[in-house]
């Protein structure tokens, strides 16, 4: 019985931690990533997911998030 304890708990943890790598990560992106979201934007405007298509491994939503991010920090 303490053994399945355990191992539910593990699951949670282990669960609860790749959840907040996933956001943690989201909005990480390299310089050239970056560049080319900057270019795809002026070329392309809101189409978040033609930009993604350009980005391997991003989605139409980490890419509008970051956008996002990006723009309601600077002044």
Do not use: C
Request: net charge negative; hydrophobic share 30%.
């Amino acid at each position: 019985m303490a053994d399945s304890d355990q191992s539910t708990t593990l699951n949670e943890k282990s669960a609860g931690s790749q959840e907040d790598k996933s956001q943690d990560s989201e909005l990480h992106f390299s310089e050239d990533e970056e560049i080319l979201i900057i270019r795809m934007f002026n070329l392309v405007g809101k189409r978040w997911s033609l930009i993604a298509g350009r980005i391997p491994g991003r989605t139409a939503k980490e890419i509008e998030e970051y956008w996002n991010t990006r723009s309601a920090t600077s002044p």
